[in-house]
T-cell receptor, first 109, second 113 residues
Framework: GQNIDQPTEMTATEGAIVQINCTYQTSGFNGLFWYQQHAGEAPTFLSYNVLDGLEEKGRFSSFLSRSKGYSYLLLKELQMKDSASYLCAVLNSNYQLIWGAGTKLIIKP | DGGITQSPKYLFRKEGQNVTLSCEQNLNHDAMYWYRQDPGQGLRLIYYSQIVNDFQKGDIAEGYSVSREKKESFPLTVTSAQKNPTAFYLC????????????FGPGTRLTVL
């Protein structure tokens, strides 16, 4: 089967750094997406990785290792508004998006 | 103002009734998707359409139907055959390429009483 694993919930402190991990087992790989979803709202696109390495975009960075089937999303200088769920999704060889259940991030002052 | 609209935001229906959820986009995107989101689970694909007048079943199409008569519109009907229809329904679009990023509408929360 195909699956995406992410921690269910994480807690971090305002101003700190947090790393959200995602491991995947899929039939082929054509890229990995990270989305942010605030409660009751639509997911919004954060990043796309298709090659190994780190992609930096402001306070958010995303890393990919295809050989390990592993990605992480790194959030720096955490703000209260970063409290949300973070969804990892992998595009498999059939160009189907396989979604993880998401990681709920709680930011404490 | 470009974007994806879904209406209504909240919808209540009695068991046994069909209900249609609206999804409209003015992004000129070719592809449109319907997902269902349940607590503790990843998004699950119901139906998708890559071009007008054509659509394909996703992983959980049973009890649902769609149409794509216009590029801008992709309505989803939840029929009485869907056993557990209460969920958060999300419509998404992408420009059309297979690896394109998907962009989501605000969602409709359907509650069947």
């Amino acid at each position: 089967g195909q699956n995406i694993d992410q921690p269910t919930e994480m807690t971090a402190t305002e101003g700190a750094i947090v790393q959200i991990n995602c491991t995947y087992q899929t039939s082929g790989f054509n890229g990995l997406f990270w989305y942010q979803q605030h409660a009751g709202e639509a997911p919004t696109f954060l990043s796309y990785n298709v090659l190994d390495g780190l992609e930096e975009k402001g306070r958010f960075s995303s890393f990919l290792s295809r050989s390990k089937g592993y990605s992480y999303l790194l959030l720096k200088e955490l703000q209260m508004k970063d409290s949300a769920s973070y969804l990892c999704a992998v595009l498999n060889s059939n160009y189907q998006l396989i979604w993880g259940a998401g990681t709920k991030l709680i930011i404490k002052p | 103002d470009g974007g994806i609209t879904q209406s209504p935001k909240y919808l209540f229906r009695k068991e046994g009734q069909n209900v249609t959820l609206s999804c409209e986009q003015n992004l000129n995107h070719d592809a449109m998707y319907w997902y269902r989101q349940d607590p503790g689970q990843g998004l699950r694909l119901i139906y998708y359409s890559q071009i007008v007048n054509d659509f394909q079943k996703g992983d959980i199409a049973e009890g649902y139907s769609v149409s794509r008569e216009k590029k801008e519109s992709f309505p989803l009907t939840v029929t009485s055959a869907q056993k557990n229809p209460t969920a958060f329904y999300l419509c998404a679009t992408s420009p059309g390429g297979e690896a394109d990023t998907q962009y989501f509408g605000p969602g409709t929360r359907l509650t069947v009483l």
